[in-house]
């Protein structure tokens, strides 16, 4: 039986010695850490200013189109509007815009990222598809309807223009993928 007590008590000891050695070092008149704080390697710290890519993405996202007039819910079904938004009308990449404060992502369609882009045809297909998009919701009256709110906020809603289904035009076009919600494919 002593000789567990023994045991016990220096595993204690070792355990709270390889404790205070592991503890950070702190400059005893200040507190502080003696060293500098490491970062984690994923989350390193920005160290410039950013490129003229992402000033390039900004400037896209603040600038309007022509303000077409946006209806809600269901005009594209032909039912008269129960609620009509105006305003500025940006494109913020080749599946994403944005009015009235909100960001609204079209449903049915997947397209290239352009920030961040994971590779150079990306970033092509993915300024191709922003043009277009942007084409698309400038040529007239624009419609949604549908409901619900993704992982980043942004509405989800079916988008026409003119009546017809801008997810389909991209789709059609090379620019956009038909997408259901579940895993997204690469475009690398």
Known sequence: MGSVLAVIVFAIIVGLGIGWMLQPK???SSGKPAAPI???AV???????PDAEDVEWEKRAAEPLAAPVVSTPAEAAGQASSRTVTGRLYVIDGDTFGIGGRHIRIL???APETHPSR???EAQLGNAATAKLSALLASGTVTMSGSGVDRYGRDLRQVFVNGVDVAGVMIAAGLARSYDGGKKQGWC
């Open 119 to 121: 590779c150079a045809q």
């Open 43 to 49: 989350q390193a710290v920005p160290t410039s200013a």
């Open 108 to 110: 049915g369609m997947d």
């Open 38 to 40: 490491e970062w984690n």
């Open 26 to 28: 702190v400059d005893d």
